[in-house]
Structures are given as structure tokens and as C-alpha cells.
């Protein structure tokens, strides 16, 4: 993690020669274990207004079977400490589905959670990613993991108890007081231009997406030596495709996309250009219409890849 | 000339050596330059070089100079080695005056090849014996020799022992060829010509494609000729011989053996076995042997994407340009939509419809399960024909149904006679006779329905007599038996084109089957899914397969878009594989792996 004066060294040139809007959002990921009252103060000096904690879960065991290095006192100290240095928008990451988690081990992190009163949660179904330990233990049989059944019973039940809690829901895996969304994010969703700074970050400009040198020496080199980063193609968008992008990313959020909005930014109705996929996907009860907006059903969010494919080029 | 000519071909199982025989008889005589030498030359297409069979005959002239000092031309009509095929080995054998039985030093004579030896044997071939792979650690010449003397009747001291690997003992070979096969009859001054088709190809240039043996008179370029099956008539555009590359010549002589083009559109006009004679002098009656190859087994096949219906109607019309034998008529299911029935000689031949299809036209195809022709009798006397198992009649008006029969030729080491007999009784076998060929080797002989050997009979035969099984058979008839239909019905619509025939006895056992390996290999859908198998009205079989739960990308954001959208479109490249069946997608390869159940 960067130290407290490297932010500053990043931000200070970031808020000196843009001219950044009073409601700014920058926000600093971090880990549990990295973060302390003195660090978060400096942190906030140099600009960062925003935190988000990769809490994952409140119990041991879950913890150690991700591979986390820290234990659930260290989220409640540093939320502790956030509260302390007067942040008050933070988001933590958890993570369900993890193998032998019971739903009340799920309620219980959940309830913790919550109880750290966070303007922003993210609720993550593990993905055990190919070639990772988890993913190799899994295959050995050491874990069993959960069924879909019993993800998707987690996965609903506990939006649920979220939407009691008084957080809404705006995304397929996010969740926040009023207000609270995160405004970074949503400019994925949104499909809107992107710039990425540093080894490996991701921009989207205009219709392409390209990805900066993985190698950090390299990358730096290339800065230094002409002022621009060494990026390669990801992808290379025309008109269909950059209208499908928008609508995937757009439907991620449960406020679904506006009809108007691809209107004016693509000239295209997305009822003329996807008729046929849209009646499909009505009739199968994954998506819902009316004349200005199109929304994925609460019973989508957890299947909206059927939604997806269908839309892609 | 005739007396310099000798045509003659090569009999011999899978994997003993036929092609790289026929490979040094080429080299040897200087027909392919050294360059030109490749492995199996004769095994032109791509699939047989794969599966090491020979499914096309092409026949090969050699110009050999003798130890006698004189020249002398060797016609060699190579032959395909599957008894789907077996017609065709017959009308190779047609065009020769002899053959070489070659057979393999440590595996022995196969019932294939026996089958075969005796068919050269009734069209008075000489047969000249020969033992190959004679280098290998396992060779048993002397075994074998005396097993080849009892069985066929060939003396011990003519059979000739090489090793077409190492290039041994190929003089000798064609010394035997020239001194032992007869030259082909001689012709007599003004006898009407007479050619008999033994094979046919589709060329894109020329069209069909004949290979011809000259049997009586003359045939030249430029000339009147007719198709004595269908009276047809066209000119001669070329004529030549294949040494081995196609060479025109001016006229062939009767004896000789070449190629012929005549601006023939589809190969089912010239008809492999059909005799050809010009159209002034026509011969009064065809050479015998001709029958029309009746296919026996039947599927259908149909485009997953039911835009390509014409596609495959035209791929379908190109190969058969190419293959007489295969036959195709559309027909419509109501789970799949227009597609075609097609006829094969077996399943081989199907296997290899099927994947030039998919290779040389780029078709994704669904292929139903295989069935044989029923023959159904109906309760107002008349008989019904059913090759596709939704045409069955309604139990109330079959009076009572029949179906081909086998008679397969089974050789196998003593040790395995119980496990073979054993597998006969489970596949409603009758058994005919058992007679030993050596001491210690049997032919076994089983009267057994086609439809019980098509599936997986000769793997489970391979595999419980640990290989040493070799399998022949012939169709003997149609014969009595209880047979009934079963349907599937997925989420309670009947999806008619997993339908399908089955013995009474066998019904319960094998609609369970189905229904529990669809369950494993259709994935779940949005909906709940309910396999049945039903005969008439009657459930005899249930699974289902619960509606899916997730299918989610939890987390997606700036970094990661490009990633997460190669995944949908893996997913969207994965429906492409599936039908759309009312509201269940069913996997392509549903409909034929349902055969694949006694395997498990």
C-alpha cells in the first residue's frame, strides 16, 4: 500500500491543476490491517474522502479460508478509527458463498456489518478463480462448496435483511444509504469515458478500452522517457458494440437503463434494435419495460448473465 | 496385349498392412518418384488417414518389367476394409482375375477378411497368399501358414512371407502376380463392349468420375455410351489410366482398367456394379453381380440453425455426388424443424457422412438416433416400411412387426467362447454353429438382429475378449419380433425425434437409461425440466432437472469489462451447440449420445 506522502504526491498535482468539483469523490481501497487513526488523518489531508475496506467477513475461519492475513478486530478498529477521523462515506467488501458458510454464518456477518453503520456495502459471491489455492482446495475435495441453490437463497435473503436495514439496492452487488453510491462505479455502469493512471490500469476513451504496461518498471520508464503510458488494445468498439457494452454495463444497475439516454448518446432505441431479445426476455421474467426505462427483474439479478449474452453483438 | 495385363487386388484386414503394401508395389515399380513416396498414398481423404481404414478404392496401374525380361501392366484395385462396405469390395473383386490375401504374421485371418476371401473365391479369383509384418517380435508364419492351408485351402509353400515395412519380399510379390493371376480372357473381333463401374467419383472439373474394367470389346474417346441400369446415355469426353496420376488415353482394350468421364452429373448415374456398352452394338445383357446397395441404417440430420436447411440440402447433394450409396429425402420433425432422413450402408458410412459434412461444407449439425427398417404389418393385412421411428403406427392397428436380422461370423481365440456367447444371448441372439479353424481357434456363428450389433456391439465385443475378436456379418432377412416405440417427452411435449424402437423386454431397461442420461447432459434452464419416457400414453420413466439458480457476474467494474464480456460471449458461442425445443435447449449431441448407454 502507498505510503501516507506518496498520495499526496499523486493527488497534490491531480487537485492543483484540475478543477475538481466540490463533490468529488476520491476514494483509497485498502486493507483492514493497513490502515491506523494517524494514517487515515494523513490520508484525509492529502486529499482522500473515501475509503473502502476489504472486510470480507467477521469470523475467522471464513477469513483464513480466503487467505486473508487480518482478523475481524482489525475491521472493527479501523472502522473505529474512520469514524474517529471524521469519514463518514466508506464502503466495506464482503464476501458470501464461502464453502461451509450456513446462512446464520452469512445473517451474523451481515448484522456486524451493519452494525458499523457504512454508507456503502458490497456483497460479493466468492468466485473461486481458476489456478487460485481456494480453487485448487476445492477440486482436492478439502472444501465443499455451497450449492447454487443455497448461493441464491444468500444472495436474496440477504439483500433482503439490507433493504430492511434501510439500504438500497442499485446494483447487481451493491447496496448504499441514500446518496451513498459510488460515484466512481458508476461511471462503469454508466458506460462513460475512463481514464486509468499506473502499471496495469484500465481507460475506456471514446470506443476503445485499453490496458497501461502490467510491468511497473516498464511503465515507468515509458513515462519518463515520452510522457505517455505504454498501453495495449483491449478492445476496439463500433457502434453495436459500444451500444451492447453500454447496455450490459447499464443493466447492471437495478435502475436499469434509459431509453432516451441511448437515444441521444447512440441514436438508437434500444426497443427497435433489440425487439425480438427483449419480448424473449420479458416473457421469461428477467427483465421488465415501460416506455422510458429498461430494468432487470429482482429475479435477473441473479441470473443476468441470460440477460447479457443475449444483448452482445 | 491382354496376355501382359493383371488386375488384381488386395484383400486384408484393418491394420495389416494392405496400404503400405500397396505403397512399396508403387514404389517398387517406379510408379511414384521418390518425391512423390508418402505413407498410404492410395488413402487419399483426410478421415481415412485418421481412422487407418480405406473407406474409397482407387485403382492404380503398375508397369512392371519381369524376371522373364518382359514388361507386363499390373492393374491394382485396392479395396475398403469395413463390412459397411462389402458390396463394394464384390465389384472390386468383379474387375480382377486374382487377389492378394494378406494377412497379418501375429494376429491371424479376421472374420472380415475370410468373408471376403470367400467372396473372391465365387468369382474364381486366384488367390495368392501372403504374410506380412514378418519382422515383428510376434510373427507366427508357421501358424499361420497351416491355418491359411486349412481354412482356405492355400498350400502351404505358395504363400509368400514379407515385410512391407522393411520392403521385403515385394519381387516376389509381383513375380507371383505376373506367373499366378490370369491375364484377363481374350477379347473376340466385333463383340459389343462391355465395362463394369467398380467404383465412382465426384470430380468438380469433369464431373462424375467413373473407374472402369474393360471387359469385353473397346471403349475410345469421343464415342456414344449408355448405362445399361438406366439406359442413360453420354459421350466420351476422356478416358485414361491412373499410373497413378490420371493419364488420358485414346481408347481401352478388354482387360484394361482406367478411369472415363463423360460429362455425367451425379455419380448415382453411374451406379458401381452397372455395366456400360456403347449405344451402336449395345451388349444384350448386362455383366451379373449388379444390385442396387440398399442402405440399412437410417437418421436423421438436420442444421441447428434451421437457416441452413438449403446449405445442407446442398452439401448433402455434393457428397452424394460422390457416393451413390447414401441416400437422403427431407423430412420434418416437430423438435427440429426440416432437416433430411438419410440412409447409410452402416455406421461407419455414417460417421463419415456426418463429418465430411461438418469438415469440408463447416455445418453444425444435430443427428438423430441411428434405426434400422422395420417392417410393420399392419392389422388390415398390408406392410409397412418404417425407417424413422415417429412413422410407427398406433399399437391398435399393428398386427405384428418384424425386423433384419444378422447372420454375424464371429473368430475369436477358445479362452473367449463363453464371453462371446454371452453377448450374443444379451443382444437376443440365436445361435447357429461353432467350428474350430485351428486348435485353438473358433468361428462362432449368431443369427442376431442389426439394430442389437449397430450400436455397441463390436466395442463390447472387442473389449471382453480383450481384442482378439474379429466380427463379419451379412443381413439374412426380416424375422418376427416384439418390438415396441417409446417416447421422450421433455416438460410433457413428445420431442419425436428422440423416439424410438425397442424390444418389449428391453423397453423398461433402456427408457430408464435415456431419461437418466438426458438428465445428465441437458443443463438447467430457467425452467424446471421433466424427462419422461412414455410408451403410448403409459410413463415408464421420470427425472427432472431443477431450474437454475445463478448465473451471475458478481463482480464487474472498469478493469475487468473486456474479461467478463469474453465469458458472455463463451456463453452466447455455447447456445450455438444447443436446440431450442419448446422451452428447453437440449444439447446437439443429446440426440445421438442416448446410444451410448450400455457403455456406462
Given at each position: ?10 493527488l ?26 494517524q ?6 489531508l ?11 467477513s ?14 475481524p ?18 464502503n ?8 461451509n ?9 451481515l ?6 453503520a ?8 466468492l ?6 489455492p ?6 482436492r475435495g478439502?472444501?465443499?462448496a ?8 444468500f ?5 433482503e ?12 452487488s451493491?447496496v ?7 460515484r466512481?462505479?458508476l461511471?462503469?455502469?454508466d458506460?462513460?469515458?475512463y481514464?486509468?493512471l ?37 478492445e ?15 443493466l ?5 437503463i ?41 429475479k ?14 | ?11 486384408a ?13 508403387m514404389q ?29 478404392l ?35 473383386l ?12 501375429s494376429?491371424?485371418i479376421e ?6 476371401v ?30 491359411m492351408e ?20 515385394i ?17 473376340e ?29 473397346e ?29 488420358p ?7 484394361e ?25 449395345p451388349?444384350?445383357?448386362p ?11 437410417f ?19 455434393k ?10 429425402e ?11 432422413r ?5 455406421l461407419?458410412?455414417?460417421?463419415i ?12 449439425l ?6 434400422v427398417?422395420?417392417?410393420v ?6 406392410e ?8 410407427w ?12 436380422y ?9 479362452d473367449?467362447?463363453?464371453a ?12 447357429i ?16 438382429p ?63 437409461g435415456i ?28 427425472e ?12 464487474c467494474?472498469?478493469?475487468?469489462i ?11 458461442e455455447g ?9 428447453v ?16
Amino acid at each position: 500500500m502507498l505510503h501516507e506522502r506518496q498520495v499526496e504526491a499523486l493527488l497534490e498535482p491531480i487537485i492543483k491543476e484540475c478543477s475538481l468539483s466540490p463533490q468529488v469523490e476520491i476514494t483509497m481501497e485498502a486493507n483492514p490491517l493497513n490502515l491506523d487513526l494517524q494514517k487515515i488523518e494523513a490520508l484525509k489531508l492529502a486529499g482522500i474522502n473515501r475509503f473502502s475496506l476489504g472486510v470480507q467477513s467477521f469470523q475467522l475461519r471464513e477469513l483464513e479460508l480466503l487467505g486473508r492475513m487480518h482478523k475481524p478486530e482489525d475491521a472493527f478498529a479501523t472502522v473505529e478509527a474512520l469514524h474517529q477521523a471524521g469519514i463518514r462515506n466508506f464502503n466495506l467488501d464482503l464476501i458470501y458463498g464461502i464453502p461451509n458458510q450456513s446462512w446464520l454464518d452469512w445473517l451474523s456477518n451481515l448484522k456486524k456489518a451493519v452494525d458499523l453503520a457504512p454508507p456503502h456495502l458490497s456483497v460479493y459471491l466468492l468466485q473461486a478463480e481458476p489456478g487460485t489455492p481456494l480453487a485448487q482446495s476445492l477440486d482436492r475435495g478439502q472444501y465443499l462448496a455451497l450449492c447454487e441453490d443455497e448461493e441464491e437463497r444468500f444472495y436474496y435473503q440477504g439483500l433482503e435483511f439490507l433493504q430492511e436495514n434501510g439500504y438500497e439496492h442499485y446494483e447487481i452487488s451493491n447496496v448504499c444509504r441514500q446518496g451513498y453510491q459510488s460515484r466512481h462505479n458508476l461511471i462503469y455502469w454508466d458506460a462513460e469515458e475512463y481514464l486509468g493512471l499506473g502499471a496495469s490500469a484500465v481507460s475506456f476513451i471514446g470506443n476503445i478500452r485499453t490496458r497501461n504496461q502490467n510491468s511497473l518498471e516498464a511503465y515507468l520508464a515509458e513515462v519518463l522517457r515520452s510522457g505517455h503510458m505504454d498501453r495495449e488494445i483491449l478492445e476496439v468498439m463500433d457502434h453495436r458494440a459500444l451500444v451492447a457494452d453500454a447496455i450490459i454495463m447499464g443493466l447492471r444497475k437495478t435502475g436499469g437503463i434509459s431509453r432516451e439516454l441511448f437515444v441521444k448518446r447512440y441514436g438508437v432505441d434500444v426497443m427497435d434494435q433489440y425487439g425480438a431479445v427483449i419480448k424473449d426476455l420479458i416473457q421469461m421474467n428477467l427483465i421488465t419495460t415501460d416506455n422510458h426505462r429498461i430494468k432487470i427483474t429482482a429475479k435477473g439479478y441473479f441470473l443476468s448473465n441470460q440477460v447479457f449474452y443475449r444483448f452482445l453483438p | 496385349m491382354q496376355e501382359k495385363i493383371r488386375n488384381f487386388s488386395i484383400i486384408a484386414h484393418i491394420d495389416h498392412g494392405k496400404s503400405t503394401l500397396a505403397d512399396r508395389l508403387m514404389q517398387f515399380t517406379g510408379a511414384l518418384t521418390e518425391r512423390e513416396m508418402r505413407d498410404q498414398y492410395l488413402d487419399k481423404m483426410d478421415l481415412e488417414r485418421e481412422k487407418g481404414i480405406t473407406i474409397k478404392l482407387q485403382p492404380v496401374r503398375l508397369n512392371y518389367k519381369a524376371r522373364d525380361g518382359r514388361d507386363y501392366i499390373l492393374n491394382l484395385i485396392d479395396t475398403p476394409g469395413h463390412v459397411d462396405f462389402s458390396y463394394e469390395v464384390s465389384r472390386s473383386l468383379a474387375a480382377c482375375e486374382g487377389a492378394l490375401l494378406v494377412v497379418d504374421a501375429s494376429q491371424g485371418i479376421e472374420a472380415q477378411t475370410l468373408a471376403n476371401v470367400y467372396m473372391a473365391m465365387d468369382l474364381n479369383l486366384e488367390i495368392i497368399g501372403v504374410i506380412n509384418k514378418i519382422d515383428l517380435p510376434g510373427a507366427e508364419v508357421q501358424k499361420i501358414k497351416e491355418v491359411m492351408e486349412n481354412v482356405i485351402g492355400l498350400p502351404e509353400e505358395e504363400i509368400i512371407p514379407i515385410s512391407a515395412k522393411l520392403g521385403q519380399g515385394i519381387e516376389e510379390v509381383l513375380e507371383a502376380i505376373v506367373q499366378r493371376v490370369p491375364p484377363p480372357p481374350l477379347a473376340e473381333k466385333g463383340e459389343p463392349m462391355q465395362a463394369l463401374i467398380f467404383d465412382s467419383y465426384f470430380d468438380s472439373y469433369r464431373g462424375a468420375i467413373s473407374y472402369i474394367r474393360v471387359v469385353a470389346g473397346e471403349i475410345k474417346k469421343g464415342e456414344m455410351i449408355k448405362m445399361m441400369a438406366n439406359g442413360k446415355s453420354y459421350e466420351v469426353a476422356e478416358i485414361g489410366v491412373l499410373s497413378p496420376h490420371m493419364t488420358p488415353v485414346e481408347s481401352l482394350q478388354a482387360g484394361e482398367v482406367g478411369y472415363l468421364a463423360a460429362g455425367i452429373k451425379n455419380v448415382a448415374d453411374i451406379k458401381v456394379g452397372d455395366t456400360i456398352t456403347k449405344t451402336i452394338n449395345p451388349a444384350l445383357k448386362p455383366l451379373p453381380g449388379y444390385k442396387e446397395v440398399k442402405p440399412v441404417v437410417f437418421c436423421g440430420i438436420y442444421p441447428l440453425d434451421n437457416n441452413d436447411f438449403e446449405r445442407l440440402r446442398e452439401a448433402l447433394e455434393k457428397l452424394s455426388l460422390n457416393d451413390a450409396s447414401f441416400v437422403f429425402e427431407p423430412e420434418n420433425s416437430v423438435a427440429l424443424g426440416f432437416g433430411f432422413r438419410c440412409g447409410f450402408l452402416g455406421l461407419l458410412h455414417l460417421e463419415i457422412i456426418r463429418e465430411r459434412l461438418e469438415r469440408e461444407y463447416g455445418m453444425n449439425l444435430l443427428t438423430t438416433a441411428p434405426s434400422v427398417v422395420f417392417k410393420v404389418v399392419l392389422t388390415n393385412g398390408t406392410e409397412m416400411m418404417v425407417q424413422n421411428p415417429n412413422l410407427w403406427p398406433a399399437t391398435a392397428k399393428i398386427d405384428h412387426v418384424l425386423e433384419p436380422y444378422v447372420k454375424a461370423s464371429i473368430m475369436v481365440p477358445e479362452d473367449f467362447i463363453g464371453a462371446v456367447m454371452q453377448l450374443c444371448q444379451e443382444k437376443r441372439g440365436d445361435f447357429i454353429t461353432m467350428e474350430y479353424l485351428s486348435t485353438d481357434r473358433v468361428i462362432i456363428k449368431y443369427r442376431l438382429p442389426l439394430v442389437e450389433i449397430l450400436y455397441d456391439f463390436f466395442d463390447a465385443l472387442k473389449s471382453r475378449t480383450r481384442g482378439y475378436a474379429s466380427l463379419d456379418y451379412e443381413i439374412i432377412g426380416y424375422f418376427r419380433s416384439e418390438l415396441m416405440k417409446v417416447d421422450i417427452l421433455l416438460n410433457g411435449e413428445i420431442i419425436d425425434a428422440l423416439s424410438f424402437i425397442v424390444h418389449s423386454e428391453k423397453s423398461y431397461h433402456r427408457a430408464r437409461g435415456i431419461v437418466a442420461k438426458l438428465r445428465k447432459i441437458i443443463p438447467r434452464q430457467m425452467y424446471e425440466v421433466v424427462i419422461q419416457a412414455a410408451v403410448g400414453s403409459r410413463i415408464i420413466a421420470r427425472e427432472s432437472i431443477k431450474a437454475m439458480r445463478k448465473d451471475v457476474i458478481a463482480k464487474c467494474y472498469g478493469g475487468d469489462i473486456t474479461r467478463k464480456k469474453k465469458l458472455l460471449e463463451k456463453q452466447k458461442e455455447g447456445k450455438k451447440k444447443m436446440k431450442q425445443i419448446g422451452n428447453v435447449e437440449v444439447p446437439r449431441d443429446a440426440f445421438i449420445s442416448v446410444l451410448e448407454l450400455d457403455n456406462e
